[in-house]
């Protein structure tokens, strides 16, 4: 149970972070020379697919991580350190996904739907700019969750 816990664990870090990785580093400059309206769209598709795999992600984070956390480790008493540090920029992850979710997300495409530009445009920055600090936080967060173990 162990063994197949982590093996979730890190698929679904892979996806998530893998994914915003693709979004802001390699889709995000090729698509610069669209004209806006066509370029809101495609963001509004992308995204539309994306964000069920990241909520499936973070559901299979959050019970693969607390399953190895309580049941593998015995709880926070039994976990190393780069344990609890992974488990704080999870959650800020998380939560910073929800807020994304909830707001920015809702209202990016409520703008589109009204066909304001402007405003879609602002809410596209909001989305941008949360997942450059979850990307951050994701790529920090990979490299604490495999190397702790090593840690001396
Ligand atoms: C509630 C939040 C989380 C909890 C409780 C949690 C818990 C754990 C635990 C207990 C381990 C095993 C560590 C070891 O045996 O040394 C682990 C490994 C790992 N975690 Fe997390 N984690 C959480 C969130 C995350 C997030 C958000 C990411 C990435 C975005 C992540 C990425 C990883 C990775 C890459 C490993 C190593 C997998 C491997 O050995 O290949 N974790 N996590």
């Known amino acids: ?22 979004a802001y580093v390699v889709l995000r400059p090729s698509v ?9 769209a495609l963001w509004q598709r992308v995204f539309s697919a994306f964000f069920p795999w990241v909520i499936g992600s973070i559901v299979a984070l959050l019970a693969s991580g607390y399953w190895l956390l309580f049941v593998t480790y015995g709880g926070f008493g039994g976990a190393g350190v780069h344990i609890h540090i992974m488990h704080l920029t999870g959650l800020l992850m998380f939560l910073l996904f929800f807020h994304l979710f909830f707001v920015p997300w809702k209202r990016y495409r409520r703008a589109l739907a009204a066909a304001d530009t402007a405003d879609a445009g602002r809410w596209l920055g909001q989305i941008r700019m949360i997942i450059a600090i979850n990307l951050g936080l994701g790529l920090f967060t990979i490299a604490i969750g495999a190397s702790g173990r090593f840690w001396p």
Not at 1 to 22: E, N, Q, Y
Not at 32 to 40: N, V
């Open 1 to 22: 149970m162990a063994a197949l816990s982590l093996a979730l664990h890190a698929l679904a870090s892979a996806i998530w972070v893998g994914g915003m990785f693709f």
């Open 32 to 40: 610069g020379p669209l004209e806006t309206a066509e370029r809101q």
